[in-house]
């Protein structure tokens, strides 16, 4: 395994433990903001220490569909992560004013959800991106 699929499991295994233990607003706030910037973090990291040009271009792997699968995947991820963000501004924002309790209960259960959907999608950007690692490129 290279560093970067190990510390994206490392980084799962946390996400796991926020979503656990999501009682503890301040530590799941912080471990979810982490991962975030870490999700947002990693393609800058793998573009300036991959060679691209060869795998993608030169080798053909730009028409696999594992690719193109394991992009979607990092799309629909950024999307959840933008949706899950304005759940949560929401959220804050009705603790600070009087709200209706419902509403109130019906923006927890669309955090819930849209938080187990990104575990979904999370677990399978870095199985995909797993999959699709060059075995030739050593461990940083």
Not at 8 to 26: D, E, G, I, S
Not at 104 to 118: F, N
């Amino acid at each position: 395994m290279t560093g970067p699929i190990i510390a994206a499991f490392l980084t799962y295994l946390l996400m796991l433990a926020a979503f656990k233990w999501r009682h503890l607003r301040r530590f799941h706030m912080s471990v979810m903001v982490f991962i975030i910037c870490f999700d947002v973090a990693m393609p800058f990291y793998l573009v300036a220490t991959r060679d691209w040009k060869t795998r993608l271009i030169d080798n053909g792997d730009i028409l696999s569909f594992g690719v193109w699968m394991h992009f979607g995947l990092i799309i629909t991820l950024y999307v959840l992560y933008v949706i899950q963000v304005q759940t949560v501004l929401k959220m804050l924002r009705s603790s600070k004013q009087a709200v209706d309790p419902e509403e109130l209960a019906a923006t927890r259960r669309d955090h819930r959800s849209q938080g187990i959907g990104i575990l979904l999608a999370r677990g399978l950007v870095i199985v995909t991106g797993a999959i699709l690692a060059d075995p030739n490129v050593s461990a940083e």
